[in-house]
Structures are given as C-alpha cells and as structure tokens.
C-alpha cells in the first residue's frame, strides 16, 4: 500500500502526517559508546556516552580526545569535570600551543606537554 501518489502527494489524512517544524541546532555534540573507534579501548558498561571529538586538525576517526588522554590513558583526573579544571588551567600544550577543549582531537605524532 502506497503512501504517496507518483507526484509526491500524500494520500494519508492531514491529521496522521507529521511535520517536521524544528530540527536539531547545530552539530551532534554526543557519540554512543559503542559508535566510539575501537582503538579508544572504552568499555561497554562504564556509561552511555563517548566524548566526540570537535572539529580540528584530524579526523575523528583518526584521533584520540584530550578528555581520553588524561582521564583514561594517563589517569590524571577521574571525571570529565575533572579534566576541565585542569584544561582551564592551561597547564595542557598541545603541539606547543595551549588548548583549553576538552574535547580537541589529538592526532598519533601530536606531542602532549603538561607543565
């Protein structure tokens, strides 16, 4: 059974057609744990969400996130919150440069300096 005619018209009544008013504003800021690379290594059961990677210098694919880095790889904080705080400090150079996102992609020749 066919919803539409072949010009596109719809055959259902008015009241069981949805229209979409609103759509989501801006990029997707969440990434479902298991849509996560593999090579972040992140369990399955120790939350919902992933911290996706904002836009920068490499692809999301081929990076790690800073949040990964200090609180999973080098256990400097226990929490996101916790990475903040020291990202906001400015104490995380990335390539010589400070960066205060939590999420920036950090690439695999990219060097961390922590002061």
């Known amino acids: 059974l066919r919803s539409?005619?072949?010009?596109?018209?719809s055959l259902r009544p008015a009241s069981l057609v949805r229209v979409k008013?609103?759509?989501r504003r801006g990029p997707k800021?969440?990434?479902?744990?298991?849509?996560?690379?593999?090579?972040w290594m992140l369990d399955k059961l120790s939350g919902r969400y992933a911290p996706k990677p904002s836009a920068g210098p490499h692809k999301s694919r081929e990076c790690l996130p800073l949040?990964?880095?200090?609180?999973?790889?080098l256990k400097y904080a226990l929490t996101m919150k916790e990475?903040?705080?020291i990202v906001m400090q400015r104490l995380i150079k990335v390539d010589g440069k400070v960066r205060t996102?939590?999420?920036?992609?950090c690439g695999y020749m990219?060097?961390?300096?922590i002061e």
Do not use: C, E, F, Q
């Open 83 to 85: 990475v903040s705080l």
């Open 29 to 39: 800021k969440h990434m479902s744990r298991l849509a996560a690379p593999n090579h």
């Open 101 to 105: 996102d939590t999420n920036y992609p």
């Open 4 to 9: 539409t005619t072949s010009h596109g018209i």
């Open 67 to 73: 949040v990964i880095i200090l609180r999973n790889r």
């Open 110 to 113: 990219d060097t961390i300096s």
């Open 21 to 23: 008013t609103m759509g």
